[in-house]
């Protein structure tokens, strides 16, 4: 009898200390967000204008963090270490999650397992640019240039093993071309070099360079995806030009580390589709040259593992693979 009474108030604790944690006050302090790429480009502009706006809706206190380095790798690893109690996230993207394990030896993270999707944020074509005043002002310029002297044109990356390097990468050898690589630490770096003819090419996602297309001091090429993209209505893809292999574009959403409590996802995805439904910040996301797109933790998730598997073979067909 006495056994009995104990046990019952053993279940009695453990549920009331369950009902406790389901119940406890989220968030008690700031949420850091992680941005894996250097200040400017397409992530940092999209992680900042979406956690703005959450933050006016809710009272959140959203704290952004740059970490670059390694395509976009140690922001991820960063997070995959972190505690899951809903104060640490990660804007990642196709580069960091989709390509980077398949490409970097270092990379032991895999995203089903080690980190939490919590909420599509948009998706962007990838597109190819030059300065105002190169020669180059088709894909066929490119084409033609770069068979002329193998090996000499330059293009401009945000990192080797992005998602915007294996694109480049996978043109050139549709084209049966030869382009030389030229790393940066992230697509900002990259553009003043293009601008003044340094480097003859920069590929970049579209939100990292539209300033400067708008401007007047970049001109685009192509884009890399299957249609054309809504913020560049007049540059046509790299499939209308002859290569109807290239369709490459990039997303980009929130993720928390393994483990973190269901709940706390579902809010912040709640809060983020909230957002993106907004028409002041669907037009600020077109504005960007990304495309705004509500999923929910599952969806996102099963989308994100889909995108895993698929580029396990693009990688090892592109023939590029890093130490680092």
Not at 216 to 243: C, M
Request: charged share 15%; with cysteine.
């Amino acid at each position: 009898m006495i056994k009995t009474i104990f046990a019952i108030f053993l279940m009695a604790c453990g549920l009331t200390s369950a009902q406790a944690q389901a119940s406890s006050p989220w968030p008690t302090k700031p949420i850091r967000v992680v941005i894996p790429w250097t200040p400017g480009g397409g992530s940092d502009i999209l992680t900042r204008l979406v956690t703005t706006e959450v933050s006016q809706a809710t009272k959140w206190n959203f704290v952004p963090e740059n970490k670059p380095g390694a395509g976009g790798t140690v922001g991820i690893a960063d997070i995959v270490r972190s505690a899951p109690g809903g104060y640490d996230l990660v804007m990642g993207q196709k580069d960091n999650l989709s390509v980077a394990p398949w490409i970097y030896k270092s990379v032991t993270y895999v995203p089903g397992r080690d980190l939490v999707a919590v909420s599509h944020v948009a998706y962007t074509p990838i597109v190819m640019v030059t300065s105002v005043n190169s020669k180059l002002k088709t894909l066929g310029d490119v084409v033609k240039a770069a068979r002329a002297a193998p090996g000499s044109l330059k293009y401009g990356s945000p990192g080797s093993g992005t998602t915007v390097h294996l694109a480049a990468e996978i043109f050139s050898r549709a084209a049966g071309i030869k382009l030389l690589h030229v790393p940066y630490k992230g697509s900002s770096a990259g553009i003043p070099d293009t601008i003044a003819g340094n480097v003859d090419l920069m590929v970049a996602s579209v939100p990292s360079v539209l300033a400067q297309i708008k401007a007047g001091t970049l001109r685009p090429i192509a884009v890399t995806s299957a249609k054309r993209s809504s913020s560049l209505p007049d540059v046509p893809t790299v499939a209308e030009s002859g290569y109807k292999e290239v369709d490459v574009s990039t997303w980009y959403g929130l993720f928390a580390p393994a483990k973190t409590p269901p709940e706390i996802v579902n809010r912040i995805n709640a809060e983020v589709n909230k957002v993106l439904s907004s028409p002041s910040v669907i037009r600020a996301i077109h504005e960007q040259g990304a495309e705004p797109k509500q999923m929910s933790p599952k969806e996102f998730a099963d989308f994100v593992q889909a995108d895993y598997v698929k580029w396990k073979d693009i990688v090892a067909q592109s023939g590029v693979k890093l130490d680092n």
